[in-house]
């Protein structure tokens, strides 16, 4: 038993055992790139960007969309929620329990999260996705969400924003998440048959089938500073090439050199920027 062990009841009797002093799990977040340490009430007051290293952190949809919509205010909509399991699929546990457990911690009813308000008074549907709901794969849900948001952006008349951030399709739903990515490609074609904007952010990170469907299908393709934008991952590919890869390979920056993006945009800029454009897109001022 250590000192710290000893001298805890103590302390707690001498203080009444009050509950002030107990810290939540969550009041600290640690920046994976610098190692930093931030109060978490300090990050979200700063976008959920190191203030040390300038690396964007992760951010929950809610927050992202609070941060974008004039006066915080939005409207969520609902999607029909599609759960299959048509390998009964378990691993170290079953996809059901896995995916409640997803459900539980994020609040979300699965990876996507659809919201409509004003950016700078123009009405916007706008879509974001969570990587912490089991890595923000892309299920039967997930194509249901973006033909929901579809329809919404034509029936309302407004412009749709995704923020992308996948590790791919999702594989416990085997061929059935494979067939929604036609489906997702689908959606967007009915955004742009009715000529609406449809704007893509590439956030960290955004691999997979996700990639190679609507994520790369924008009018205009943005991406956050230092994103992973790919469709196999460095170490993959560099395992079976047999090759170093360049520094900085399949992040926003190497993709903008290349061409693959429109532009890189700081995370505290990107309402101004958004504004901007889809005041150019829709001919119309933010």
């Not at 009715?194 to 089938?209: E, K, R």
């Not at 790919?230 to 047999?242: D, E, H, K, M, Y």
């Not at 920056?253 to 290349?258: D, G, I, R, S």
Request: glycine fraction near 6%; include cysteine.
């Amino acid at each position: 038993m250590n000192w710290i062990t000893r001298l805890a009841p103590k302390i707690k009797s001498i203080l009444g055992g009050k509950k002030s002093l107990e810290v939540p799990e969550n009041s600290w977040v640690k920046c994976p790139q610098c190692q930093t340490m931030f109060y978490s009430d300090d990050l979200e007051k700063n976008y959920y960007i190191c203030t040390n290293c300038d690396h964007h952190l992760y951010i929950h949809p809610r927050t992202r969309m609070k941060n974008l919509f004039d006066d915080s205010e939005f409207e969520e909509i609902n999607y029909p929620s599609v759960q299959l399991d048509p390998l009964n699929f378990r691993d170290t546990n079953s996809y059901k329990e896995k995916f409640k457990k997803a459900q539980a911690e994020t609040d979300m009813q699965d990876a996507f999260l659809i919201g409509c308000g004003k950016i700078k008074g123009i009405l916007t549907t706008v879509v974001g996705m969570n990587f912490k709901f089991m890595g923000g794969s892309l299920s039967s849900a997930g194509a249901e969400a973006m033909v929901k948001a579809a329809e919404h952006a034509v029936a309302n008349s407004t412009p749709v924003i995704i923020f992308a951030q996948s590790g791919g399709a999702r594989m416990q739903e085997n061929q059935l998440s494979l067939q929604a990515l036609p489906k997702t490609t689908i959606a967007v074609q009915m955004i742009k048959d009715t000529s609406l904007p449809y704007i893509v952010v590439l956030t960290d990170p955004v691999s997979g089938g996700v990639t190679a469907s609507f994520a790369m299908l924008g009018d205009i393709t943005i991406a956050e500073p230092k994103a992973l934008i790919c469709f196999a991952g460095p170490r993959v590919i560099a395992s079976t090439v047999g090759e170093t890869l360049p520094d900085g390979f399949q992040r926003s920056e190497f993709l903008l050199e290349h061409g693959f993006i429109d532009q890189i945009i700081h995370r505290k800029e990107l309402k101004d920027k958004l504004a901007n454009l889809l005041s150019l897109l829709l001919k119309r001022a933010a």
